[in-house]
């Protein structure tokens, strides 16, 4: 590579920095492929074995086929806890978007004490162990007299994943140059309209990244879900949890197959409408 | 500065999550303090005594910790060269890879650990791999270990880990490492002493999430390490559902979020000191 007296350096340590050299490429590339492979196997595992022909969830599969995808079909259990997921997902969702993003307008580009103090506050139910968390809402609600209910399981939901609307929120609105702002106001828009012409176009791929883990959140949760849903409503984390410690029943493999590629479009629709990828990493 | 700009937002609109969570959060969590205290006839420390002589509890406890720390160190040790390898990739790539990363963070953790049922059961892949291959004759006893649980839960939380490492090293700059190799440090040298120190606040921010999320975490440990093997949130779960036992219950939550929120006090001050080097 090199002329001159570079190319006559001592053999030796040459050598010494090439094996090195290797030597740390190759073991990065290999735990790196590694972890992808961890990553990704599972996932492929799951929609392979949906797509059995047995009864069993035996590696590979003896043949392939629909059948529990039609199953699927007629487990209303399944179903109605499905339902009820995604209603409480949804109001969880709304409830967090309006006082999320307001909460985010309020304490981003703030030195102030108050803010630092606030946006902790607002971090704590993701730190803290959210079955706790709903062990105490329900002692609270009990305590007011408030029946659990789908309002009372909104509620909950909501307090562990509001968070992650002010996070990403806050996170755009960090971004966002000062001296727009100002040309707004230095051409006489009111602060309202400033908000509303400037401010929440540019942070809405923000909003709309945190929406989406909000719900996703909502939709998985199960330790708040177990202390404040009613008989009436089963939600369908838990109704999958329970299935799969009481039999391992394939059906649930196929419902497992539907959420994953929901998932894998709802991902895909956020990565073009939001800048997932970017927005997380 | 910035924040000081005409148009900067009203502080008052944080005021309706401020109370939200004041009511709905800081309430329930002091009244879970105060039921804690709550003895037979009266209040005292009872409950904690109860727990803190128990060598049953200390021991659940003890695990729960325990298996934070190996899920930790595992997704960590894979976690890592993931970052990198993100980090020397084309544009493409690393959207690709983040996707992958995402991927599991957003499915559903029942599915995801279903998965680990089919991979670890008695005629799952490993097993029915091993046995075609004419390694083993009877099918290996993988599910409801520890060690299932530990491989489980770190693919589980793994993105939890690799989100804050690829923010860090795509941080940090990449003419630093080579101008340490250029100055003839090797490729391990390097690492240790230029590019481990600059992803150290990454690296951190990753344990604190990884260690929280598989301690809190009770699914996995549920259907993978079976009823059989308990860690404190089933232990909670276990006294205030099953047994009625709300005192109880709730002073074993406190002393579990204490001892997290210890864990996360030492993590934080470890990255504050890190971020000061940096």
Sequence with gaps: MFDGPLADAPLPAKRIADWEGRSYHWTMAVLATLALLLMLSPTIVVLVISFTSGLSLRFPPPGFSFRWYVALADAWQLQFAAWNSFKIAAWTTILSLLLGVAAALGIARSQRLSARLLDSLFMAPLVLPALAFGLSALMLFSFVGLPVSPLTLTLGHTVVCVPYVVRNTVASLTQLQPELLEGSASLGASRMMTLRRIVLPLIRPGIIAGGFICFMASFDNIPVSLFLRDAATDMLPIRMWQDLEGKLDVTIAALSGVLIVATVTLMLVMERVAGLSRRLA | ?278
Aim: glycine share 10%.
């Design chain 2, 1 to 278: 500065m910035a924040a000081a700009s005409p148009a900067g937002f009203d502080p008052r609109l944080a005021w309706p999550l401020g109370s939200f969570l004041a009511l709905l959060f800081a309430v329930p969590l002091a009244m879970l303090l105060v039921i804690s205290l709550q003895t037979g006839d009266g209040y005292g420390f009872g409950q904690y005594a109860k727990f803190l002589t128990d060598w049953f509890s200390l021991r659940i406890l003890g695990g729960t910790l325990r298996l934070g720390v190996e899920v930790t160190i595992a997704c960590l040790v894979l976690g890592f060269p993931l970052a990198w390898l993100h980090a020397r990739s084309p544009g493409w790539a690393k959207s690709a890879i983040t996707l992958v990363v995402l991927l599991p963070l957003l499915t559903s953790v029942v599915v995801r650990t279903f998965a680990w049922i089919v991979i670890l059961g008695r005629q799952g892949i490993i097993n029915n791999a091993l046995v075609g291959a004419g390694l083993i004759d009877t099918p290996l006893r993988l599910l409801y270990t520890e060690g299932g649980v530990v491989a489980a839960l770190a693919q589980v939380q793994m993105p939890l880990m690799v989100l804050p490492l690829v923010a860090a090293l795509g941080r940090a700059d990449p003419n630093l490492a080579d101008a340490a190799s250029i100055l003839g440090a090797g490729a391990w040298r390097t690492w240790r002493t230029v590019v481990l120190p600059l992803a150290m606040p990454g690296i951190i921010a990753g344990c604190l999430l990884t260690f929280t999320a598989s301690v809190t975490a009770f699914i996995t440990q549920s259907l993978v390490g079976g009823g059989q093997m308990m860690f404190m949130p089933a232990y909670v779960l276990q006294q205030a559902i099953a047994l009625g036992d709300m005192p109880f219950a709730a002073a074993i939550s406190v002393i579990f979020l204490v001892c997290v929120l210890i864990v996360v006090a030492l993590l934080s001050l470890l990255g504050r000191r890190s971020r000061a080097h940096v």
